[in-house]
């Protein structure tokens, strides 16, 4: 009689210690698959008053698809009469083309345009106006970049006629978006990052409030759940096919979310292009130091680039 109870109270200790030991091990897998669907969606930041007429500049409403398959992007086009000369410009993360610089950035696009360059300005996979999506931090937006790009020459933009701009985020989807489109002619990126998943993991403990044992389960379940690999392609690696296409990077050399030293590793490794570090300038806030400087700067430049 005591043998079997004995070997019942084992069984049953052993389910208890089995239950004690896949219980955190189910918690810690739960919350890195809820952490990998809140660090690959942005929240939605529109304003829908900051428009181009506002500054009494023309423009059409577009849409147009996404190189990832299903996807639609919201933008806007400034057409200029008999410019055979097209601009793209990309926002960075948790922004859209109505909120970049504090809702400066349809100054800039309205700027460029009076230079003479057709604009088409547009928000990202998951961001503004553009179709639900979950966010790659670059590694899948270039393919938004491509989008635009293909829009361009559908209207009759030629090879060797576009130039993009990119902030942040945008700016390393564009720099991997211009590696890959020889026909694009310049780029300009504004506090884009050598290394995207050197930032997440810098940020991850304050963005998430998660100890660092969380994180590469969560980039785990970010690849295999929604195809975004953090570590693939990133800008260092790909900006030496940019050559010898014009590059202007622009830097705040008091951003403390990307060191402003990896601005200076990314034109390291492209000979010949521009580096401006602003003074005083958080991450990209640089437009907000001398707006009426930033915009001489760039349009300078696409205008020496795309001649």
Not at 245 to 270: K, M, N, S, W, Y
Request: charged share 20%; hydrophobic share 50%; net charge negative.
């Amino acid at each position: 009689m005591i043998a079997p109870k004995l070997r019942s109270r084992r069984r049953w200790l052993a389910v208890g210690l089995l239950v004690l030991l896949l219980v955190p091990i189910l918690a810690y897998v739960a919350i890195c698959a809820y952490a990998a669907d809140a660090l690959t969606t942005a929240p939605r930041n529109l304003d829908r008053t900051r428009t181009p007429d506002r500054l009494g500049a023309t423009y059409e409403p577009v849409r147009f698809p996404s190189r990832t398959a299903g996807l639609e992007l919201a933008g806007w086009y400034l057409p200029s009469p008999d410019a055979d000369r097209a601009l793209v410009m990309v926002h960075g993360h948790t922004s859209s083309r109505t909120t970049e610089f504090d809702g400066r950035f349809v100054d800039l696009v309205v700027a460029l345009h009076q230079r003479g360059f057709a604009v088409l300005a547009f928000d990202l996979r998951g961001h503004g106006e553009s179709s639900d999506a979950h966010i790659g931090f670059g590694s899948l937006e270039h393919d938004d970049v491509g989008g635009a790009i293909d829009w361009l020459r559908s209207r009759g933009f030629a090879a060797g006629r576009i130039g993009t701009f990119g902030v942040s985020m945008g700016g390393a989807a564009t720099i991997r978006a211009v590696a890959d489109n020889p026909d694009v002619a310049a780029l300009a990126v504004d506090s884009a990052p050598a290394r995207v998943l050197d930032v997440i993991r810098q940020e991850w403990p304050t963005a998430s409030g998660l100890p660092d044992l969380f994180l590469p389960t969560t980039l785990f379940f970010a690849r295999i759940r929604h195809n975004v690999d953090l570590a693939a392609a990133p800008a260092i690696a790909v900006i030496p096919q940019v050559a010898p296409r014009p590059t202007l990077f622009i830097h705040g050399d008091a951003d403390e979310l990307v060191d402003p030293v990896t601005a200076a590793q990314l034109a390291a490794t492209l000979p010949g292009s521009e580096l401006w570090m602003v003074a005083g300038a958080e991450h990209a806030r640089a437009y907000l130091i001398d707006p009426q400087a930033y915009n001489l700067r760039v349009g300078d430049f696409f205008e020496r680039a795309i001649p």
